[in-house]
């Protein structure tokens, strides 16, 4: 594992005006050094970090030596969203911020790092959201822009989801363990647990097998993440929307230089395929480099964490074209 270092973002306004004098910006690197390589940035998921290499790298698969995302021939960074907990670090005025201000803080910590240009912005779930946004706020960012079962908006079923797990958190007793189990049946399916489980028993507990897997989620994610950190998380993940200054997805697109790259999960219960393929429909009208790619798997949303080797075919066509 690489070390995580820390850059400080100063004198930031938030979009709803709140005045913050320094926020702390985590990152981890990997592979080439910025001025040496064309720089990769690689934005997380709702309860990842920037640990994407290395042994316990969650796209550990896809990003190393030799690798799809080579580290011998690229520069690739990983920025911590502020306040998911990482080095402790937590926002206790999390409703000040949304997404689009995710988005400024990363951009002001590129440009702290030496990074103006990017060849590929890649993110998966909230950090496709993430990445939309810096995509809208900095149209010639990157070559590549890559969303990975992400939306540029939050739609009505992730606001709901997103709706019920504040719910969780703020009423329950084991708030992080049970919007975790809640959370889970979110990004597998019914098949994906059908194929698992299959409905077999756990003999030693005297309970399904589905629901100790479910009860091992819970208990891992509260053994590894903040409580704060999660409520912060989530109402980030309920606040992406290119749109809020009340222009079009189409006239915020027309502005972006960068090639368009939709990757979905066909069984996607979270950011579904189906609303990839309506942005898709929007967009092709106006710009003629968006792309749409699709990964097939019974797992649902978690595919793009499940099924590398897809993954890494369609990334690789996409790195070389």
Known sequence: MTEVKTIYIENFTTDSGVFYEQIELHYQHFGKAFDEAPVVLINHSLTGDANIAGPKGWWNEIVGPNLTIDTNKYAIIALNIPGNGVNDYTLDHYLDFHTGDIAEIFYRGLQLLGIQKLFALIGGSIGGGIAWEMAALYPSLTEKLIAVAADWKASDWIIANTYLQKRLLENSNQPLRDARIHAMLTYRTPASFTERFNRTVNKDKNIFNVESWLIHHGDKLQSRFLLQAYKTMNHLLASIDITRKGETLEQIVEKISSEI??????????????????????????KENIFYHEIKSIHGHDAFLIENETVSKILLNIFIS
């Open 261 to 286: 790259h939709l990757i979905a999960v066909d069984s996607d219960l979270f950011f579904t395929a189906e609303e990839d393929q309506k942005t898709l429909k929007r967009i092709k009208k106006i």
